[in-house]
């Protein structure tokens, strides 16, 4: 759509305040923020101050904090359970929240972390990725180096002196 | 535009240029659902998760309408490395969505 005509019609129409919210919404350049203004008003581009404040709070209050689908004892999706095996396999804590029961975490959680899937992992408030990344770290032995520096002893970790990954005992 | 494992491997070759691609439709009842493989020269010297990022950028689009995406991104110096592994340990070759549980025994 040419950018101008459609400023000059809107113009015609609406007051200047709906044609700045407007044009700004056609003429931006694309960017990681495109795709969350095409949806609803809802779900711009900013997270609200407060909301935003509690998932600090979350991620930076726990070693290990992860955005599942489910549970932990029930996860309801094949990689959040491979995510809670990996950790589980290591033995170490880690606290969760389930983005399927709270729609508004679940669309926020995509801005904070400018990452599109479930699950999420962090470690001492730092993100670390998916399922994808927590797999690979485990198979390379990096996942037992990783929870080192966070202050975690792998339950692995002798088995991972041994360049073998196998099940613990 | 139609998200098909065509258009999605389309984006991924002329963005990555890869030197080995492979893009699974893995759909279903859940959703669309695809499994890549991408093995680029563009992913040396960045991790593991600036390369995804890179990718999730590509088809950030794509990613609000697709139920599930796996992503494994290797440069080809890594990729060679583990295509000897896995001629060495044939056991070892992960099913995409299988994680593994770490019960192999060598």
């Known amino acids: 759509m040419n950018s101008s005509l459609f400023r000059r019609v809107i113009q015609q129409y609406s007051s200047i305040r709906a044609l700045n919210n407007i044009s700004a919404r056609f003429t931006s350049s694309s960017s990681s923020s495109s795709s969350a203004e095409s949806k609803t008003p809802a779900e711009s581009s900013s997270i609200d101050p407060q909301f935003k404040k509690k998932i600090d709070d979350f991620i930076k209050s726990n070693k290990v904090a992860v955005f599942i689908k489910g549970e932990p004892d029930a996860p309801s999706c094949g990689f959040s359970k491979a995510v809670l095996q990996i950790l589980n396999l290591h033995g170490?804590?880690?606290?969760?929240?389930?983005?399927?029961?709270?729609?508004?975490?679940?669309?926020?959680?995509?801005?904070?972390?400018?990452w599109p899937t479930f699950p999420q992992i962090y470690f001492d408030g730092e993100f670390v990725g998916g399922c994808d990344i927590l797999l690979h770290m485990h198979q390379s032995g990096e996942l037992v180096n990783e929870l080192k520096k966070i202050g975690i002893q792998s339950k692995l970790s002798d088995v991972n002196n041994n360049t073998t990954p196998s099940s613990a005992n | 535009m139609e998200i098909t494992k065509d258009n999605i491997e389309k984006k991924l070759r002329d963005e990555f240029e890869p030197v080995y691609l492979n893009v699974d439709d893995v759909s279903s009842g859940c959703g669309l659902?695809?499994?890549?493989?991408?093995?680029?020269?563009?992913?040396?010297?960045?991790?593991?998760?600036?390369?995804?990022?890179?990718?999730?950028?590509?088809?950030?689009?794509?990613?609000?309408?697709?139920?599930?995406?796996?992503q494994k991104t290797y440069t080809p110096d890594e990729w060679e490395k583990k295509q000897q592994k896995t001629i060495t340990n044939p056991e070892c070759e992960t099913k995409?969505?299988?994680?593994?549980?770490?019960?192999?025994?060598k």
Do not use: P, W
């Not at chain 2, 991790?47 to 999730?56: F, G, H, S, T, W």
């Open chain 1, 92 to 114: 170490c804590d880690f606290k969760s929240q389930n983005i399927l029961d709270d729609q508004r975490l679940r669309d926020t959680m995509k801005l904070y972390s400018n």
């Open chain 2, 33 to 70: 659902k695809f499994d890549t493989t991408i093995v680029s020269k563009k992913f040396e010297g960045k991790q593991l998760l600036a390369r995804q990022r890179l990718v999730n950028d590509l088809l950030k689009d794509e990613m609000t309408k697709i139920h599930a995406f796996t």
């Open chain 2, 96 to 105: 995409t969505m299988n994680a593994c549980t770490g019960d192999c025994k």
